[in-house]
């Protein structure tokens, strides 16, 4: 395990994860408006619902209590009273969605986020999920998914969402270390966490991920150590292993359940993840694009050979579409064409929800130029590589974008031969910042206080 300390000092900088282009501190709200958003929706349904079908995010935002590391919009309550008004909100929001269609909306991508998804009573995802599909049709092999926390999903939660179409689900598990589990108040045992993995594979799911962060406060190597041994037990079939994004002027206190010195160092930090990496790497999974890992059999390993892997607010996919509906509390949709971004809280979210408004309250059109930028950033954050070969692939300030890469080239970070650019296996924890190179909007206006986290 080893890696250069001096690239860690030296590229370990804020920066964007780029789960968008642009990304959403340079959003244009003054060319937004909630008439030119209902147009794109409209023109990249028609484009694309009958050839490859949408995507579907549903934000789920309810938790029982706060997990101090989490950067999620959510609402903590133990109130399950919450449940049935917010179903049918999302129900309405569907609705006026489905106005601007002109077919019955075929559906090739669902996930179910949070918050808590599995804080919902199997009831009522069968309620939230049977009301969206009535008005829809599933795409052949459709790719539904959902994430869940181990403590409170109960094998009929599996039961339902697998006889609804779901195969995939995804467990936040962080760490094992009691000493981190207290720290960030997440706690949960392996006997759950093995539970609900082996219940899952019973039942018929074929992809089981397990979320795993490092950077948490108190980590140390020998407890990443322990937790990877416990999660090589269970051999889930992809594995996200997140740097910890440590943002408390964003979210608040809920990130300050903790002293900054009791976070790893940057060069701490870094061994966290390259003993995860070496290990996954030992027990057989690849990696995939930024943070991720999976095994040759899931269908996430095999898309990034393919060249279709995508990423996008819901993370990375192996389906892509035009058109990405966010539905619920703080959710972001995609038309390709532009963004946008629901209002931030329940109680206004099921308002305008239930009066049959589109309850955004932020947004973004893109210019060709964006479209440009954005298609560069997706090849390098998917496959670690991009082309300007085409003449309609480069931008005016590409020269000066490059020359920024300069550097990166001496260091062995990224190569370039001709007009095509690619990442290194040794630049691969540095990608952000290669893609920070080549976005136009950072180039031209650089943050003036904290926005993003540190890069690596």
Avoid at 75 to 94: D, F, M, N
Avoid at 97 to 116: C, S, V
Avoid at 385 to 411: G, I, N
Avoid at 415 to 433: A, E, I, Q, Y
Wanted: charged share 25%; net charge negative; proline share 5%.
């Amino acid at each position: 395990m080893t890696f250069d300390k001096h690239l860690i000092r030296k590229y370990n900088i804020p920066g964007p994860r780029y789960t968008s282009y642009p990304t959403v501190p340079y959003w244009e709200a003054d060319t937004f408006s909630e008439e030119r958003w209902r147009t794109s929706v409209s023109e990249a349904f028609t484009a694309s619902n009958a050839t490859e079908g949408i995507s579907v995010y549903i934000h789920l935002p309810f938790c029982e209590s706060l997990c101090t590391f989490c950067g999620c919009h959510k609402h903590i309550t133990k109130r399950h009273i919450v449940e049935s008004p917010y179903v049918k909100a999302v129900l309405a929001e569907w609705a006026s969605y489905r106005a601007l269609f002109d077919a019955a909306p075929r559906i090739k991508e669902l996930h179910l986020g949070g918050g808590t998804p599995t804080f919902f009573s199997p009831d009522h995802l069968r309620d939230l999920l049977e009301g969206l599909f009535a008005h829809a049709e599933l795409c052949d092999s459709p790719l539904l998914s959902f994430e869940a926390h181990p403590n409170n999903t109960t094998r009929e939660h599996l039961e339902v969402l697998h006889s609804l179409g779901f195969k995939r689900n995804s467990f936040g598990i962080q760490d094992y270390d009691p000493v981190v589990q207290k720290a960030i108040n997440r706690i949960q045992s392996f006997k759950d966490v093995k539970r609900v993995t082996d219940e899952s594979r019973e039942v018929g799911y074929t992809s089981v991920s397990h979320d795993l962060v490092f950077g948490l406060p108190h980590q140390s190597l020998e407890a990443m150590t322990h937790t990877i041994d416990k999660t090589a037990e269970l051999k889930p079939d992809r594995i996200a292993f997140y740097s910890y994004a440590h943002v408390p002027w964003i979210k608040g206190t809920g990130q300050r359940g903790y002293d900054e010195k009791d976070l790893p160092s940057n060069e701490g930090k870094r061994n966290l993840y390259e003993l995860g990496k070496r290990r996954f790497l030992e027990l057989g999974y690849e990696e995939i694009g930024m943070d991720h890992f999976a095994l040759p059999s899931d269908d996430l390993a095999r898309a990034f050979h393919d060249g279709s892997l995508h990423r996008n607010f819901m993370g990375y996919t192996s389906g892509k579409t035009q058109l990405m509906v966010g539905l619920g509390m703080s959710a972001i949709s995609d038309s390709w064409g532009g963004f946008a971004q629901n209002v931030k809280t329940v109680a206004e979210y099921e308002a305008q929800a239930m009066k049959g408004d589109i309850p955004v309250f932020r947004g973004h059109m893109l210019h060709k130029e964006d479209l440009l930028v954005r298609k560069h950033i997706l090849n390098l954050m998917c496959q670690f590589t991009t082309s300007f070969e085409d003449p309609s692939d480069r931008f005016p300030e590409l020269e000066e974008c490059l020359a920024k890469l300069s550097e990166m080239e001496s260091d062995g970070l990224v190569v370039r031969d001709g007009w095509r650019l690619r990442v290194t296996d040794k630049g691969r924890p540095f990608v952000r910042n290669v893609c920070m190179a080549l976005d136009l909007r950072l180039l031209r206006k650089a943050p003036t206080t904290r926005v993003f986290s540190m890069t690596v």
